[in-house]
């Protein structure tokens, strides 16, 4: 059995851990995954016997983990093992003071943002240009016939691109150009992770950005204090998402309702509404495991009424 702890979202007041147990044991059959949280319930007579307890054991788990507003995922396949994570924001002490790492300026180095998503263009944008030279793409198109004509030291990538996935520029990328993707589905992120890739956790900040780049050996010079953009261009795109969102919700178009979400997520975390991430968090969880279109478009338009009133202009 393994168990492996990371931390994603860590922000000023906030940490979000993921918790990952996996084993090589018997493994659970499909048709049998959705009564691993009946009470009492044990998928065979023997199990009991062979391994002892009553199957309680998974029931005490998920109540527990709903106080935390999570839930667990599991993933199983028969005599191979089965994997279950789940992920829980703890709010940090006020008594545990906060070292923010180096922030350095001046790097001489030149950094292509690829992200189809003109908000966070703008955003990333704004952070970084004034330590460095910063190049925008839009698609994998245009990232493609940039590389055609100039190699940047590093390209920080979002993870999905329109309908593609950001990993498709490896093979047009320099050797020499480090490549960090980005986004705030942790559990790609994880397995690009363990992959040998350098990854970037949505939200982040300037300091997450400079701190990745600094480590992957850019020479830096002088030590600042950055000075974080208004939030105004993040308000600005909640309300744009949220208008998108109404639309998707009348049209019951279930793709795009998750993608909004997962988009929204990311907003809400810049914006520092932790308890909105919980929401939006616990749907995606709920869909994850039972694959209900119905209650996707139920809840979220539970979340989005509220969110109406709340962040709408």
């Excluded at 599991?74 to 940090?92: A, P, Q, R, Y």
């Excluded at 593609?164 to 705030?184: L, R």
Aim: net charge negative.
């Amino acid at each position: 059995m393994r168990l492996s702890i990371s931390t994603f979202l860590d922000s000023e007041k906030y940490t979000q851990i993921r918790f990952q147990i996996s084993d090589t044991g018997i493994g659970i059959p499909a048709n049998k995954l959705n009564q691993l949280f009946d009470e009492y319930n044990q998928l065979s007579t023997s199990t009991g016997r062979l391994f002892g307890g009553t199957g309680l054991g998974l029931v005490i788990t998920k109540k527990i983990l709903a106080l935390f507003s999570s839930e667990i995922n599991v993933i199983s396949k028969e005599n191979t093992g089965t994997h279950f994570s789940f992920d829980i924001l703890f709010e940090k002490s006020a008594q545990i003071p906060n070292q923010l790492p180096q922030i350095y300026q001046n790097l001489n180095i030149s950094v292509l943002l690829v992200d189809d998503d003109n908000y966070n263009l703008l955003y990333t944008h704004q952070l970084l240009s004034k330590y460095m030279q910063i190049h925008v793409a839009g698609s994998l198109e245009e990232t493609q016939h940039f590389l055609e004509q100039t190699t940047p030291d590093i390209i920080l990538c979002d993870l999905y691109i329109h309908e593609s996935i950001g990993t498709e520029i490896i093979p047009f990328v320099p050797v020499d150009t480090k490549i960090i993707f980005m986004s705030a589905d942790h559990d790609r992120l994880m397995h690009l992770k363990e992959a040998g890739y350098m990854i970037l956790a949505k939200p982040y900040s300037i300091e997450d950005i400079l701190n990745i780049i600094s480590n992957s050996g850019i020479k830096t010079t002088e030590s600042v204090k950055s000075n974080e953009p208004s939030e105004d261009i993040h308000r600005t795109s909640l309300n744009d998402k949220l208008q998108s969102l109404e639309v998707v919700l009348q049209n019951k178009d279930h793709a795009s309702i998750e993608s909004l979400l997962h988009q929204i997520k990311t907003t809400f975390g810049y914006l520092n509404q932790w308890e909105e991430i919980k929401h939006i968090q616990k749907i995606e969880n709920t869909y994850s495991v039972h694959n209900s279109t119905e209650a996707l478009c139920t809840n979220t338009s539970e979340l989005y009424a509220r969110w109406k009133i709340l962040y709408s202009k």
